[in-house]
């Protein structure tokens, strides 16, 4: 067994992204964040990515509102950040409160500003094989740490748990594309016989949110074992009173897989190195359609 290391290939993307950087000047590469609510989670998946954009050179604004914002309200301020040339990308960090239709406020965001890769255009290019386009970022995070770590993809059996806008899906969509040519099965809580599908997995992607649900019971000796899960369960002796565990059974799956990403520091690192890299797309981007 090797672990991947997520923070080790982040930081040489981060590195690489901020060489750029400093090879733009006066353009100052500027992504703007959109929080509804206190989701302890989504604060800090927020100030991580806000950070990491300034450690860059980035420019990052933060616009805050209460779990009760009317569908109308957001619209307005993505119309202005859209308007906003200095604004490169946009982020609106889910989950968002159920009175929003998800969809909805994804698409109000103008594709040439969808660093989150969210947008119905961002998808259908993504399905239409669109070279250039805005990629989902953890999706994206987990096939470059396939590829910066040599695992082979072609003609694989990739078996993703999970199908949502955010990983499920969009993995799947990149991994069958020319160019990675895995076999793909994306299997979800309806899917029957689970085990014996994820057993049948070359590449194991658990993107499902629940606590060590992939057990090694489940897992083909020699596997290669990407854990997307972030989960917080509680643990009286931490200061912070929770623990992060992954969707992954670490200790008993880790022994009989080739590979495997830990949590924290597997995917994690890479969705924000990822954002990082699609902003500075979008600057580039708008740079030159400027010139
Ligand atoms: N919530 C969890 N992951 C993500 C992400 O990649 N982007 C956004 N906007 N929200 C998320």
Same mark, same amino acid.
Request: proline share 5%.
């Given at each position: 067994? +090797?672990?991947?290391?997520?923070?080790?290939?982040?930081?040489?993307?981060?590195?690489?992204?901020?060489?750029?950087?400093?090879?733009?000047?006066?353009?100052?590469?500027?992504?703007?964040?959109?929080?509804?609510?206190?989701?302890?989670? &989504?604060? &800090?998946?927020?100030?991580?990515?806000?950070?990491?954009?300034?450690?860059?050179?980035?420019?990052?604004?933060?616009?805050?509102?209460?779990?009760?914002?009317?569908?109308?309200?957001?619209?307005?301020?993505?119309?202005?950040?859209?308007?906003?040339?200095?604004?490169?990308?946009?982020?609106?960090?889910?989950?968002?409160?159920?009175?929003?239709?998800?969809?909805?406020?994804?698409?109000?965001? &103008?594709?040439?500003?969808?660093?989150?890769?969210?947008?119905?255009?961002?998808?259908?290019?993504?399905?239409?094989?669109?070279?250039? +386009?805005?990629?989902?970022?953890?999706?994206?995070?987990?096939?470059?740490?396939?590829?910066?770590?040599?695992?082979?993809?072609?003609?694989?059996?990739?078996?993703?748990?999970?199908?949502?806008?955010?990983?499920?899906?969009?993995?799947?969509?990149?991994?069958?594309?020319?160019?990675?040519?895995?076999?793909?099965?994306?299997?979800?809580?309806?899917?029957?016989?689970?085990?014996?599908?994820?057993?049948?997995?070359?590449?194991?992607?658990?993107?499902?949110?629940?606590?060590?649900?992939?057990?090694?019971?489940?897992?083909?000796?020699?596997?290669?074992?990407?854990?997307?899960?972030?989960?917080?369960?509680?643990?009286?002796?931490?200061?912070?009173?929770?623990?992060?565990?992954?969707?992954?059974?670490?200790? &008993?799956? +880790?022994?009989?897989?080739?590979?495997?990403?830990?949590?924290?520091?597997?995917?994690?690192?890479?969705?924000?190195?990822?954002?990082?890299?699609?902003?500075?797309?979008?600057?580039?981007?708008?740079?030159?359609?400027? +010139?």
């Amino acid at each position: 067994m +090797a672990l991947i290391d997520g923070n080790l290939v982040a930081r040489q993307i981060l590195d690489e992204i901020k060489a750029c950087v400093t090879t733009l000047s006066p353009l100052v590469p500027h992504v703007a964040f959109v929080r509804v609510g206190d989701d302890p989670a &989504s604060v &800090s998946y927020v100030n991580k990515k806000q950070k990491t954009s300034e450690e860059l050179g980035m420019k990052s604004s933060l616009h805050l509102f209460r779990e009760d914002v009317s569908q109308e309200e957001l619209f307005a301020q993505l119309d202005a950040l859209n308007a906003d040339a200095t604004v490169h990308g946009i982020l609106v960090q889910a989950p968002l409160p159920a009175h929003l239709d998800a969809t909805l406020v994804f698409n109000r965001i &103008s594709p040439k500003k969808d660093v989150d890769g969210f947008t119905t255009t961002s998808i259908g290019r993504l399905v239409q094989e669109v070279p250039g +386009a805005f990629a989902a970022c953890t999706p994206a995070g987990i096939i470059e740490l396939l590829k910066r770590s040599g695992a082979p993809t072609r003609g694989k059996h990739a078996v993703i748990v999970g199908r949502s806008l955010i990983v499920g899906k969009p993995v799947a969509l990149m991994l069958v594309a020319k160019g990675l040519d895995a076999t793909v099965t994306v299997c979800h809580s309806r899917t029957a016989n689970l085990g014996a599908i994820t057993r049948e997995a070359d590449i194991l992607i658990a993107a499902i949110g629940r606590p060590r649900f992939i057990t090694a019971d489940m897992v083909r000796e020699g596997a290669i074992v990407i854990d997307v899960g972030i989960n917080r369960v509680p643990e009286a002796s931490k200061k912070t009173g929770y623990r992060l565990v992954g969707d992954v059974d670490f200790d &008993s799956v +880790a022994p009989k897989a080739a590979l495997i990403t830990p949590v924290p520091g597997g995917v994690g690192p890479m969705t924000v190195a990822m954002l990082m890299q699609n902003t500075l797309h979008a600057a580039l981007l708008s740079r030159n359609e400027a +010139a």
